[in-house]
């Protein structure tokens, strides 16, 4: 009871909508682990195959070009983001900038290579 009321309390004070959900652990839940007797094996096999999931989205992100290029580097910024002229001309002299975020790999190459084509420096992040 008391930990309920010092938490409705904190959240009165720090004026916290909504709390985060507790896991509570039943009866006959066990531990899980090697050790424990409970399901799934956790431990570092899991955070291992976390790490090792391919991702999915990619910000393209212009580091620089070549002054030479800088008109078509504009143009291409422009076809790939939508951007109206002056938007793409400031995204593009205020490198290194995210020309694209969250693309996916497939468009994410594509625009890379393009950029490459015409004398950007492009990194995939």
């Not at 006959?28 to 682990?33: E, H, N, R, S, T």
């Amino acid at each position: 009871m008391e930990v309920t009321d010092l938490a409705d309390l904190l959240r009165h004070k720090l004026n916290v909508k909504d709390l985060p959900v507790m896991a509570v652990m039943m009866p006959g839940m066990g531990v899980p682990g090697p050790m424990g007797g409970g399901r799934g094996g956790g431990g570092v096999e899991d955070v291992k195959a976390e790490k090792e999931e391919e991702k999915t989205a990619f910000d393209v992100k212009l580091e620089g070009f070549d002054a030479a290029a800088k008109i078509k580097v504009i143009k291409e910024v422009r076809a790939f983001t939508g951007l109206g002229l002056k938007e793409a001309k400031e995204m593009v002299e205020g490198a290194p900038a995210v020309v694209k975020k969250g693309a996916t790999k497939e468009e994410a190459e594509k625009i890379l290579a393009k950029l490459k084509e015409i004398g950007a420096k492009v990194v995939l992040e």
